[in-house]
Nanobody
């Protein structure tokens, strides 16, 4: 079992920045990959950014150049630096990881960007 705990969401004006953090319940090098998804009201959950243990990243086209994912493998933490936020980034952001083929999700943290 893996528990993921997120922090860092909130309300910000358009153009502002937020940093999300997520910590896994224990240090475990079998957790791979780790990343972030989001779900806006009335929409499906979508990938935001993800990083595997080798450092390979994948970003949604809509956030490329604005968001940066980082990961500390030893601590099993993952962060999402979000810059130049737009109202369309408003969503619940979920931390995600996979361990031995099983998906794990955090409880979600709300990000609201006002225009």
């Amino acid at each position: 079992q893996v528990q993921l705990v997120e922090s860092g969401g909130g309300l910000v004006q358009a153009g502002g920045s937020l940093r999300l953090s997520c910590a896994a319940s224990r240090s475990d090098f079998s957790i791979n990959p780790m990343g972030w998804y989001r779900q806006a009201p009335g929409k499906q959950r979508e990938l935001v950014a993800i990083m595997d243990i080798s450092g390979t990243t994948n970003y949604a086209n809509s956030v490329k150049g604005r968001f940066t994912i980082s990961r500390d493998n030893a601590k099993n933490t993952v962060h999402l630096q979000m810059n130049s936020l737009k109202p369309e980034d408003t969503a619940i952001y979920y931390c995600y990881c996979n361990k031995f083929g099983r998906d794990y999700w955090g409880q979600g943290t709300q990000v609201t960007v006002s225009s």
